[in-house]
């Protein structure tokens, strides 16, 4: 069996609203992984993973708060923060 990488999944703005926490802990080998397991406990958030197999257009999604346009597909790192925000986010 492979080990599969914690991610610490982080919500802000509208998803954290859905979700109801900050922040999930999920195992996960690749981004699409990592967003089926929130899909999974936060039903709130069901639909981040569009019918086109890509990230729902009104979310973004980060790796470690310094990559955005990440793949589904694209493998994580353990201990990896995924930063889930509104695509309307602003100050």
């Given at each position: 069996?492979?080990?599969m990488p914690r991610i610490i999944v982080e919500f802000y703005g509208i998803p954290r609203r859905r979700a109801g926490r900050s922040e999930l802990e999920v195992w996960a080998g690749t981004v699409g992984e990592a967003l089926a397991a929130?899909?999974?406990?936060?039903p709130g958030l069901s639909g981040l993973i569009?019918?086109?197999g890509r990230l729902a257009p009104h979310y973004l999604l980060s790796a470690d708060g310094r990559r955005f346009g990440?793949?589904?597909s694209e493998p994580v790192r353990d201990g990896e923060r995924l930063l889930l925000l509104s695509a309307d986010a602003g100050g």
């Open positions: 069996m492979t080990h929130v899909e999974r406990a936060c569009g019918p086109d990440l793949a589904l």
